[in-house]
């Protein structure tokens, strides 16, 4: 009997992949032929897991299962089904809106899926992946949800509250994926800065991370969304102690204006913040830092955009990136502030803050032709070998561009030597 062919089409995060590569697992394991984002449907159920996070990427994921409705209609797929974060959020007004669709579910309860397709309670191993992306390396989601409640953020309403996943189970889904040929693992959660509170009573990133360090086989490990305000500070000193843990920290800012950050509900000053990233960068010599800024929030005039971009000037990030405020349904921001900055501002400001970055990013990389640097290999190209540095995360940073002069493989590490740079991208040799 052929098996059933099951499509996977992931919207919006790493952490929604995650749940992805679970899925996938979960089919594979009940008798389904699951593949992940073919480029032709092959033709009996779609699976799409939608991000609802901001407006453009709930129209995204509207447009994604607007085209596969069209696909149903015409008889390249048998059946459509939908989760994830768009879903749990308006699954009910999309029901009404969606006929077509055979079922909805959520963030969390898209096991049921299986149990449903599979006619029966489904095989399943606890955090056992499909991993989709090179096989050299792969995303690690220590908790779910959020406790912080920014006052433009919906994802609390999405996620529910922050729970931790425990240490040890953390410790043998790495120990395991480093036995599949996994190198690089890099650090997911919406407040990494939180974890270990809710089950442990305190923070416990620095200990995870520690243990996780001392993994036989564990190349890399990379540290993605800390929250500034109760910022796990022991976790510097891990950092700085191993060498696989890579000199490079994710952490969203936002604003640097007291008034913003207010409004905004982070919880910190613009001088708690600089506070915080001179402390950084002193007991972390060399780390590159990557940070989210916002425009156009409600509150914020033309001096506090000014204060944003001096801001920008004197911090000289490494990694930055920008987007402007959109009101979110049922937030605490769309409830009490006016969203009265026009859209054309709020974008012209964006436009500003990213050009002085791309000019700053320039010469962070021109800093450094001539060095020697450590990269792995992510995959061939026809003229380069193309490469990451610690410093580079997968699909949102930049890349090495490495001259064919010898044979490398893909997933393995190698020293090159940066011989030119470009405004996003590096060029090195062997």
């Not at 650090?187 to 360090?213: K, T």
């Amino acid at each position: 009997m052929a098996r059933r062919k099951v499509d996977v089409i992931t919207l919006g995060c790493s952490k929604n992949l995650v749940d992805s590569e679970r899925l996938l697992s979960m089919f594979a394991r009940n008798g389904f032929d699951a593949c992940h984002e073919p480029e032709l449907s092959r033709g009996d159920i779609t699976v799409i897991n939608t991000c609802g996070f901001i407006g453009d990427a709930k129209e995204e994921s509207i447009d994604m299962i607007l085209r596969y409705i069209e696909a149903k209609n015409e008889g390249r797929i048998k059946s459509l089904y939908v989760m994830g974060c768009l879903s749990q959020r308006y699954r009910e007004e999309l029901k009404a809106e969606m006929p077509e669709v055979d079922g909805w579910y959520g963030k969390f309860d898209w096991h049921g899926l299986v149990t449903l397709l599979s006619h029966s309670n489904p095989a399943t191993s606890e955090y056992d992946r499909v991993i989709t992306t090179p096989r050299h390396h792969a995303y690690i989601k220590i908790a779910e949800g959020c406790n912080r409640f920014c006052s433009f953020c919906a994802i609390p309403l999405i996620t529910g509250r922050f729970k931790s996943r425990p240490i040890e189970e953390i410790l043998h889904e790495v120990t395991s994926l480093v036995s599949r040929g996994v190198k690089e693992f890099n650090i997911i959660a919406q407040d990494l800065s939180s974890y270990g509170l809710d089950i442990y009573g305190g923070q416990r990133l620095a200990e995870l991370i520690d243990r996780m360090a001392q993994i036989p086989g564990v190349g890399w490990i990379r540290l993605h969304y800390a929250y500034p305000a109760q910022f796990p500070m022991d976790i510097l000193d891990v950092m700085a102690k191993h060498p696989n843990v890579c000199k490079y920290l994710d952490i969203a800012l936002q604003h640097i204006s007291d008034g913003v950050l207010a409004n905004m509900r982070r919880h910190i000053t613009g001088a708690q913040t600089r506070e915080l990233l001179t402390e950084i960068r002193r007991r972390v010599p060399g780390i590159h830092i990557r940070t989210t800024l916002m425009t156009g929030f409600p509150g914020e005039g033309e001096k506090e955009f000014e204060e944003l971009k001096e801001f920008v000037r004197e911090q000289r990030f490494e990694r930055m990136g920008a987007f402007a405020y959109c009101e979110e349904d049922d937030t605490y921001g769309a409830k009490h502030f006016s969203d009265d900055i026009p859209e054309e501002v709020k974008q012209q400001r964006l436009s500003e803050i990213m050009d002085l970055q791309a000019e700053i990013a320039a010469a962070h990389n021109e800093s450094k032709v001539g060095d020697t640097v450590r990269v792995i290999i992510d995959r061939e190209e026809k003229d380069y070998y193309i490469g990451r540095t610690e410093w580079d995360s997968p699909e949102v940073d930049q890349e090495v561009l490495i001259k064919k002069s010898k044979e490398l493989e893909t997933g393995e590490f190698y020293d090159v030597r940066i011989i030119d740079s470009q405004f996003f991208d590096l060029i090195a040799e062997v």
